[in-house]
């Protein structure tokens, strides 16, 4: 189960990464096609999904990787069973509000796909389609969290420790 977890984040990660290549790609057309005296219409827009896209992928390997801001103060000032149970009602809470954003998410798709929802853009794309990579990123994320906060009650949380701590600017 844990390979199949690490392949998931992984393979969102991946994923984030060819939104970010598109989004180089569209960015260029769009210089390219300025310079050349033509227009390549949606370029803004496709811009704005695969953003979109990119950042929502990413969130489940950036928890993972120990990358998210976290106001850990109050945490590293406790030791013991006090800090164990403070993780665990932030684990659990976070949980919550993914699955909450997860759902929303999956229920904005399912509304534009009902609704036959397009971009007002010149690009008439099919909100669904770029909401589907949002849906998709953030069910990911709601999984990574959970994973977290189960691991936690069992004790098997191995927190990766960002290196930004060890940055003093």
Not at 3 to 21: E, G, K, P
Not at 61 to 69: D, R, V, Y
Not at 80 to 97: D, F, K
Not at 109 to 133: E, K
Request: glycine share 8%; charged share 15%.
């Amino acid at each position: 189960m844990r390979r199949l977890l690490n392949f998931l984040y992984n393979s969102a990660a991946a994923a984030a990464a060819l939104c970010m290549v598109g989004l180089l790609f569209m960015v260029m057309l769009s210089i390219v096609s300025r310079q050349l005296g033509f227009n390549a219409r949606g370029t803004d827009a496709y811009a704005g999904y695969l953003m979109a896209g990119a950042g929502f992928l990413a969130l489940a390997h950036t928890l993972k990787m120990g990358e998210h801001i976290r106001v850990t103060l109050i945490l590293n000032a406790l030791k013991g069973g006090l800090r164990r149970a403070l993780e665990i009602w932030g684990l659990g809470i976070a949980s919550l509000l993914s699955c909450l954003l997860a759902f929303y998410s999956c229920r904005l798709v399912w509304q534009s796909l009902q609704f036959n929802d397009i971009s007002t853009g010149n690009d008439a794309t099919p909100l669904w389609i770029p909401q589907l990579v949002m849906a998709t990123g953030t069910v990911v994320f709601a999984i990574a969290f959970v994973d977290d906060f189960i691991l936690e009650l069992l004790g098997k949380r191995r927190q990766n420790i960002s290196g930004e701590m060890l940055r003093n600017e």
